[in-house]
């Protein structure tokens, strides 16, 4: 066994010999930045070797200096000797939890109001006071509040569990029967979830979650009144088995699915912890959690097998999961709240994308509506109120700043925006912070900006020697946009391999929506609005977008950022009943199209390779 | 310590100085039949002292023989020596679960017939051979299920938890489709409870249960097709902590209703393994247990608080409980079996009483009827298809053979009839087993004969010397039926506390139909049906029942013996999911009167203390 110490969190450990730097620090409690699943692929894992030696060394991504610095990939280098190590702040989780954008608020309101729904939230609260019985008058204690609650919810099945129909004599004697009860409501049917006495009405507290494959996102909402009180967000812990979720389908049935589960349930309990501390909320006034997610998300959370979704003819167990009680899965909130998983579409569109058609309503409108969902898989919704065609396409990370080297989610201190002025390229980051990685949305404008200013080609090579600069390794230039302003490794740049990747996400997705328009014999002229949502924080620049052939070169005004929909979508469906039994409507007219049964898919990926495209006359026709 | 052997069974147990007899025997794991809670009244549990002595004998209830033999009641004999000790086998708990009748069959079927119910039963198996998924036409193994289970049934709203949910890739691939699924029914919403490969349709079995102050009878029926299999009952256990519900409520505040419920469960579990044992039923293909008893035993079978049932104004937690897993309860069947606990009236007329009226079937006909279910707690219901009233009086145990010394329940060697034949008095017993007790339509008819003989008065004293005996005791003569036959106490008879408490039970059942009839200014001759339930086996000479004053003196073509009718409804109401819907309506169309608010039902009481009646004049006019 060998001694492993961690600074600057002075975490020492003790391992067998041959064990990596990267499960040493896991086993130290200690959160890691990786996306590869520790497989020397993403290069995230950056540690400085402090004191001791490790054999075996890789010169990948470092240079000279960093080499001789002490510098290691943590998943590639392994334990032989007692070492003492340091994370560099930026390869540090730092808890996996870190603040998304506070704007959440401006964002949600004016959608939420302009669409006039009526209904309760999913849980709600009511505070009644029963008129205490008397001999003349008396219902058993369970039917006095199963009627009133009835009577005020204009509900006629309500359901009342063993456990809280014990607590009603002492609740309803001791409070003088003025009580708060909390009723989930789903369809026609209420259960009561819980009775306190008084009037707690306004303690009525939910989380929406976005599982991502690489990032989860989480908002704590109150129901009463609607408001969203904060967001966190963290990488997907699941992305030690694989940054897509093939890699982790393959785990899970290897090993099992709890193993996926209990990731994914950490990851929320952590955003849940975090967002109720820093708003000083009770965990125990927290009365469900609504997850929308990608079908194997949604399977890894509820513990079911993932093994069919990868295998013909790709049948998930379930695209509709009951609501269930929160802690059945592990997750910690009231202990008698619900989880609502919300209802998906095929085994690869999930309920991220019911929750995005519900969030930009196309499937309410007479107009022809596409959107697409930029994440570690891109999926493309088409329709309108009358049909709705789905697809997937696996796009890879990168746009959401994984598998790009200074790739980070869109949060304080990424690098949001990328500009020439002047003929200088200047960038702008999240909240001003001092520049620490580049998110999505600046990813997609440096390409441009890179394209535009001829440092790169059309096929994402560099061609400007001077304005780009070599790494350690051969044939591997980089562009650097920030320069590192000490010994630390505080550059922020893109190599032609982010840039590689950067393409390979923006043509799968590309390809995607044009195979379903030529399906369909629809021209994208016939789109009258093209939604795109994703996990850019909240800016996304469409001429760039377009001028990298992300997005057809349509009219910038039929182009509408939609922001994060999953989560949109999500908390429409917990503030409004009526909003969620649409989803169930949503996910039964929408036809799923399997790519993997078009021949013609990976000609149009080919051709979308180039920037913007290969076929530069047809690409400019499009519009 | 001391050391106390039992003999026949060679059970022996360490008790400490000062422990009953009777807490022996139960920690010795034997079963010892007693009424009264252990409290020297009863007199049932009798046993020899073989070897050793107890100080402070009693004398009661034995004669002279008896005494010197070393006949002691268990429950006031305290252990303060090593002991070896005989338990008579009359006064064995055999098991607590000796058989019924084996009528049962003949006395449902056409009862069953003639209703024309139509609905599935409350838990159903439908086999279904789903079409194997395509990439053309692949859904979600769940919603495939469920869809598939929807259309078959016609059932809008459907449930499935996700222990189901996580099964069904594998039972569904292994078993090519062709499953087999336990659908659990409940008004408009189905739970499946289980799937499994091929047809098991057959195998579908359900316990009908009524939980009944002193007795606890259980039915084993099959759903498909619907048949009663065999039947058994047993005292019910919670008798130690009293004869009558509001002992065993005190005993539940004191201590905790925990205790009461084991005693419940346990005694349930122990007919439904006899049950499937004589029948070869495997414990696992029963997948319900359907309940009818009166609101306490309710109670104590779901562990709920029966404190506010006996105070002002009488309330209980549930008059409804909803469906749960029998296991929730710690009742043995199918680990996802449901339970279900019929709707009662009020705090004291129970679930028995509205599966009573949905077996008769009053609350349909347009003819005014009057049911009375004749327990421990005895119930009238009064009304017809527009109106139903309820009440109830506390009766004591006499009439279920408890509570009377040689009293026993209706089974294989109760006397159940007794007539007077060439001036001879006579009896018979069930199944024309030897004498070994008297049930309670031999108690009814003794007491009439004795009567129409002149051996009691009016009063019920003991007025003929020569046909009745002196025992030990002082100023206790009694009539002796069966002669004592050898050395054991093996003989039968009545005595005037027995008598007295006959007379009790009657009275306070007379008193409360004539209160329940006043109240609504109705005669008894405005009458059309007079419905007579209770545990007497299926034989009560309605004739003789009238003659002692339980029954008032009406035309005998208006009284219907019902035999219990609280299995009876609670098996109409498992076999079809319409009655059992029709309970719900029973329950709300029903009003309770409480007896507690009727000044004059102690006068009444009183008057209907001798036999007919007081007032001879008023008895035979009512007619």
Redesign the interface.
């Known amino acids: 066994m060998h001694s492993v110490k961690f600074y600057p969190s002075n975490k020492s450990v003790s391992v067998r010999s041959g064990t990596s730097l990267l499960e040493a620090a896991r086993k130290a409690g200690l959160e890691v930045n990786t996306n590869c699943g520790g497989e020397g692929i993403c290069g995230k894992c950056k540690m400085i070797i402090l004191e001791g030696d490790i054999p075996d060394k890789v010169s990948w991504p470092f240079n000279e200096a960093q080499i001789k610095k002490g510098w290691v990939l943590a998943c590639l280098s392994l334990v032989y000797k007692d070492l003492t190590v340091e994370i560099p702040k930026k390869h540090r989780g730092e808890g996996n939890s870190t603040p998304v954008s506070e704007n959440f608020g401006e964002e949600d309101k004016p959608h939420i109001n302009e669409l006039h729904y009526k209904t309760l939230p999913v849980v709600t609260k009511i505070y009644i006071e029963f008129e205490p ?3 003349f008058s ?6 006095l509040v199963s009627n009133g609650v009835k009577k005020r919810l204009n509900i006629p ?1 309500m ?4 456990k809280i ?2 607590i ?3 609740v309803l ?1 001791n409070n003088n029967y003025k009580v708060t009860i909390t009723v989930g409501l789903r ?3 209420a259960e009561i979830m819980n009775i306190e006495g008084g009037d707690t009405e306004s303690s009525n507290y939910m989380v929406i979650v976005d599982m991502g494959t690489t990032t989860v996102v989480a908002h704590l909402v109150n129901a009463h009144p609607r408001t969203t009180v904060d967001s966190a967000s963290c990488y997907n812990s699941q992305s030690i088995h694989g940054s897509e979720v093939t890699g982790r389908m393959i785990h899970a049935e290897r090993k099992s699915v709890k193993v996926l589960q209990k990731l994914l349930v950490d990851d929320i309990n952590r955003l849940i912890v975090m967002l109720c501390e820093r708003n000083n909320v009770d965990i125990k006034n927290i009365n469900a959690v609504v997850c929308a997610g990608n079908t194997a998300m949604e399977h890894f959370l ?4 993932t ?2 979704i990868r295998r ?11 609501p ?1 009680r929160a802690s ?1 899965v592990g997750l910690k909130v009231n202990k008698r709240g619900l989880l609502y998983s919300l209802p998906g579409i ?2 690869w569109v999930g309920s991220d994308l019911t929750a995005g058609i519900l969030a930009v309503q196309m499937y309410k409108k007479k107009e022809l509506g596409l959107l697409i969902d930029i994440g570690t898989n891109g999926e493309v919704i088409l329709g309108n109120r009358d049909w709705l065609v789905a697809t997937s396409a696996s796009a890879g990370p990168a746009l959401e700043g994984a598998s790009v080297e200074c790739g980070m989610r869109a949060e304080p201190g990424a690098v949001d925006k990328v500009f020439v002025e002047s003929g200088i390229i200047k960038y702008s980051t999240i909240n001003k912070q001092p520049p620490i990685g580049i998110c999505g949305s600046g990813i997609i404008d440096l390409l441009s900006v890179l394209l535009n200013e001829k440092i790169i080609d059309r096929s994402g090579r560099f061609i400007d020697e001077n304005r780009t600069s070599e790494t350690g390794e051969a044939n591997k230039r980089r562009f650097v946009l920030v320069e590192e302003t000490n010994q630390e490794d505080n550059s922020i740049y893109l190599t032609e391999k982010d840039i590689e990747n950067i393409i390979t996400a923006k043509a799968a997705i590309f390809a995607a929506i044009t195979i379903i328009m030529q399906r369909l014999s629809l021209k994208f002229s016939d789109l009258d609005t093209f939604y795109i949502a994703g996990a850019f924080g909240y800016y996304l620049n469409i001429e760039n977008a377009i001028n990298i052939g992300l997005l057809p070169p349509l009219p910038l005004d039929k182009f509408k950022f939609s922001g994060n929909t999953s989560i949109k979508g999500a908390k429409l469906a917990a503030f409004y009943q009526e909003a969620f039994n649409e989803l169930t409507r949503i996910r039964s007219a929408t036809t799923y199209y ?1 790519l993997l ?1 078009a021949d013609d898919y990976v000609e149009e990926f080919k051709k979308a390779m180039f920037l913007p495209h290969t076929d530069i006359d047809y690409w400019r026709a499009i519009s």
Chains 1, 2 share one sequence.
């Not at 008396?138 to 039917?143: C, F, L, P, R």
């Not at 013909?312 to 509709?320: H, N, S």
Request: zero cysteines.
């Open positions: 019985p008397t001999i008396g219902q058993a204690d369970h039917q099945t359901q009342m569990g063993l129909i014990k009603l004599p002492k004697r369809r026609d049917i509820l513990d079911l097998s093994n069919n013909k003819p790709f049948i998930p167990v379930t695209v509709e999961p009951p269930l059945e095929s085994g399997d049964g």
